[in-house]
């Protein structure tokens, strides 16, 4: 579903990634994990065109993401992204912030957004709140509509960025619940966490970046009981 492959991108003269591949197959759980500034974030905002690459190449569901003939809107309907900040749209009601892209990318009538946003938010337990602003809710709840809204396009593959960074801790399980049971129904996801509880469980893979570079790539299980790597090992030190 994603391919990354051989992926350098600069930032000036700054290397931000080096020659990175990597891939993610349908219905996989990918789990990408490393040090603050290590180009986690840089890296699965290139998988949906957020930031340009400098060599190599990514291909979502066969789509070249850098050709330039590559349609960008549809693009970022197949590959749905979650932040770590929510980014909800604050003037707009809960519903209403499901509703938008239906209405603008997909070109869905109020009637079928609407239902299309009501199921979800009931999916992810927030029926109640739909006329609710995003100011109203908790940062679980703003972030399980967040998600809400991304499934709404009906992607073929999620990307989340440290999506319970931002939290209060007693707000992280309701967010990780909803992702855990995404990743049961075989949705395909690249998640950048910290959450190693939730990666041991969830993740069929785990990708550990140190300053650029994929340095382990390997199944959940052999990643965290077969540790010998050095520089992964200093960082599991440090947030186990
Ligand atoms: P991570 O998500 O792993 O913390 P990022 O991908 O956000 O790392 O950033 C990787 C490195 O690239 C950091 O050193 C950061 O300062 C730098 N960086 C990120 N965005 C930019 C930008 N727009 N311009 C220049 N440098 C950037
Ligand atoms: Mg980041």
Known sequence: MIEINGVTKYYGNFAVLKNCSTSVAKGEVVVVCGPSGSGKSTLIKCVNALEPISEGSIKVDGIE??????NL??????????????ELFPHLRIVENIMLAQRIVLGRNESAAQKTAMALLDRVGLADHAHKFPSQLSGGQQQRVAIARALAMNPKAMLFDEPTSALDPEMISEVLDVMTSLAAEGMTMMIVTHEMGFARKVATRVVFIDQGEIVEDRPTEEFFNNRHNPRTEAFLGKIL
Do not use: A, S, Y
Request: aromatic share 10%.
């Open 73 to 86: 809107p549809e693009l970022r309907t197949l590959v749905g992204m979650v932040f770590q900040n929510f």
């Open 65 to 70: 993401v850098n050709d330039p003939k590559t």
